[in-house]
């Protein structure tokens, strides 16, 4: 059969490259298509990098990964109108339990793609598929792009990020609900190095962090992160869809909020903004979670839904996934079972078993039941990828085009064209 390899991975973000590199350093023949032109295309905003997570794929990643801070210190605030209330933590670099790494995801998954070329991955930038080949069985068995190219694989790995647009347009999973997914609001903000050491008492390639909770506006609780990069601070604000929607804030409103706080205000004086986002990500919880694995196809990442607001890791949520879900296959063909459903579910307990899900079981279900009735863009897949470009915009001159975008949104419905020319 032309164009056939041992495994398909749809997306190329953290779960996506930790699966790719994971199937490739195992020997198989793995090609990774990914819609975005080029790696880090979208996002250039900073993250936090759990060590173990990456060591266990890079062993030697301290030494050629792209990395901005080591975090020495972690403040934990909760603010009110006025003022703040919380604890300061620090570590060493001789600490195993807390071994964290601030990163600009741009550098970051440039480098992480040159390490799977490296390894043998046949890596496709530019190409976005749009659905998966199926036997008549229903069994899964390639994938076709949007230039109806067809790729044909022993098993299909999709890390598409919480929008999931081939696995719901493939109706392979069920609609995003609002009641567990936020909307992230960030900026990058520039921070000449001598300010920044002097500002937050570091020096060398020691940083700090600050997660903090409040009511940043009326009616809008969540939860806001301040990360020391090299010369430059990652900073955001996020909270979930439908409170913001009822709120009558659009994104960029939101997050100055937030700014403005007298807490908030003097840690960011003297930087500028050089880049702003609006992300959506999955908060769902542990509970709150699609089908991760079926006839020929498995999914990682954000596209699990396993985000929860008391947890701070998704890149490494994301890499664990992506990792576990390559072990599965790997696991598979070396002794040679089929990529059914039933051989495939060692995945759902490797992933059981695994310290990151059993950090989420900890911190509880986030956003509890979902209502059954209540629909996510039921009526086209799209309109969460579009939607989120859209909010990226910047509101200034846009703000009841934005809020009428949060509204629809959240409300679902079959009136697309707001998303289309936003977009």
Not at 334 to 356: C, T
Not at 390 to 402: I, P
Request: glycine share 10%.
């Amino acid at each position: 059969m032309a164009d056939h390899f041992e495994v398909i991975v749809v997306g190329a973000g953290p779960a996506g490259n930790s699966a790719a590199l994971t199937l490739a350093k195992a020997g198989l023949d793995v090609l990774q298509l990914e819609r975005a032109e080029y790696p880090g295309a979208k996002t250039g905003q900073g993250s936090l990098l759990w060590a173990p997570a990456l060591e266990q794929l890079v062993p030697d990643f301290r030494t050629q990964a792209p990395l901005e801070r080591y975090i020495v210190e972690r403040y934990v605030w909760t603010l009110d109108e006025a003022a703040h209330s919380g604890t300061r933590d620090w570590t060493s670099r001789s600490s195993a339990t807390s071994d964290r790494y601030t990163v600009l995801r741009a550098p970051f998954d440039a480098w992480f793609s040159s390490a799977l070329k490296g390894a043998g991955v046949r890596v496709s930038f530019a190409t976005t598929v749009t659905e998966v080949i199926r036997e008549d069985d229903g069994r899964v068995i390639g994938v076709r792009t949007a230039g109806g190219r067809e790729f044909y694989a022993d098993a299909v790995i999709l890390a598409e990020g919480v929008e999931s647009l081939v696995a719901r347009q493939s109706g392979l999973r069920e609609d995003v609900h609002p009641q567990s997914v936020a909307l992230t609001v960030k900026e990058l903000r520039r921070l000449p190095r001598h300010l920044l050491e002097d500002r937050f008492k570091v020096q060398g390639d020691d940083g700090v962090v600050f997660e903090l909770a409040g009511t940043f506006a009326a009616g809008v609780a969540g939860q806001g992160f301040i990360y020391t990069n090299r010369e430059s601070l990652s900073v955001g604000v996020g909270c979930m869809v439908d409170d913001i929607v009822k709120s009558e804030l659009t994104p960029s409103e939101l997050l100055t909020c937030f700014k403005r706080h007298p807490s908030i205000r003097p840690l960011l004086a003297d930087s500028d903004v050089v880049d702003f986002s609006a992300v959506l990500s999955p908060e769902g919880g542990y509970r709150v979670r699609p089908k991760l694995f079926g006839e020929g196809w498995l999914v990682c990442g954000d596209a699990m839904q396993p985000g929860s607001p008391v947890l701070r890791e998704g890149a490494t949520l994301a890499l664990t996934s992506g990792r576990l879900a390559a072990e599965t296959v790997v696991e598979l063909a070396r002794h040679g079972r089929p990529m059914s459903a039933r051989h495939l579910s060692l995945y759902r307990d490797k992933l059981e078993r695994s310290a990151i899900l059993r950090s989420l079981r900890k911190a509880g279900s986030g956003g509890g039941s979902v209502d059954e009735e209540a629909t996510f863009g039921r009526s086209d897949p799209r309109r969460l990828g579009r939607a989120s470009r859209a909010l990226s915009s910047d509101a200034a001159d846009g703000k009841g085009r934005q809020r009428r975008l949060l509204r629809q949104f959240a409300r679902g419905g079959s009136r697309e064209q707001e998303f289309e020319g936003a977009a």
